[in-house]
């Protein structure tokens, strides 16, 4: 009965920053860990980062280390990607996810709720 919504998404050049927010309502269960996928046009959805529920523990794909944070505020329901240094790979729809428990989970399949996305193109 949790809803995802995601927003922050747009058109940027390459080098530019862009912040994405994901709020939750309805029913939520607690604790839970959050985490961001991507997706390009033809490609699978890939894992980009994720957080526990303390906000203690950050795990990030290689292509994105050092460039993206994720951060979450409980309190608002709501978990953040700041994007730094953003590249033309970086174009994709942009979901974030809930899985339930404090743990960042092993795979994508243990998130039991979506988003249904926000689209970031980053021009060259």
């Known amino acids: 009965q949790v809803q995802l919504v995601e927003s922050g998404g747009g058109l940027v050049q390459a080098g530019d920053s862009l912040r994405l927010s994901c709020a939750a309502s309805?029913?939520?269960?607690?604790?839970?860990?959050m985490g961001w996928f991507r997706q390009a046009p033809g490609k699978e959805r890939e894992f980009v980062a994720a957080?526990?529920?303390?906000?203690?523990?950050?795990t990030y794909s290689d292509s994105v280390k050092d460039r993206f944070t994720i951060s979450r505020d409980n309190a608002k329901s709501a978990v953040f990607l700041q994007m730094n240094s953003l590249k033309p790979e970086d174009t994709a729809v942009y979901y974030c996810?809930?899985?339930?428990?404090?743990?960042?989970?092993?795979?994508?399949?243990?998130?039991?709720?979506w988003g249904q996305g926000t689209q970031v193109t980053v021009s060259s």
């Open positions: 996810a809930a899985a339930r428990g404090g743990i960042i989970p092993l795979g994508q399949q243990e998130y039991n709720a």
């Open positions: 957080i526990n529920w303390s906000g203690g523990r950050m």
């Open positions: 309805g029913r939520i269960f607690s604790p839970y860990a």
